[in-house]
């Protein structure tokens, strides 16, 4: 299952399928995974149609550590 094999790569915390072809990847802190995780699909025979970084801001880090 290639779920399974993208949530093994480096960096790489935790893989959640939001739709069939799409999936949100969420990496270490202060890691940029976009190109493990191109580079991965490269390796697999996949098509990757978009990656987009997406960051958590200090104030929304501190509300899900103090809830």
Do not use: C, H, M, Y
């Amino acid at each position: 299952n290639e779920l399974k094999q993208v949530e093994k790569l480096k960096n790489v915390k935790k893989v959640a399928k939001l739709k069939e072809n799409t999936l949100i990847i969420e990496g270490d802190v202060g890691v940029d995974i976009r190109p493990i995780i191109f580079n991965f699909a490269v390796s697999n025979n996949q098509t990757v149609l978009s990656l987009q970084k997406q960051e958590k801001s200090l104030e929304k880090v501190f509300q899900e550590l103090t809830q």
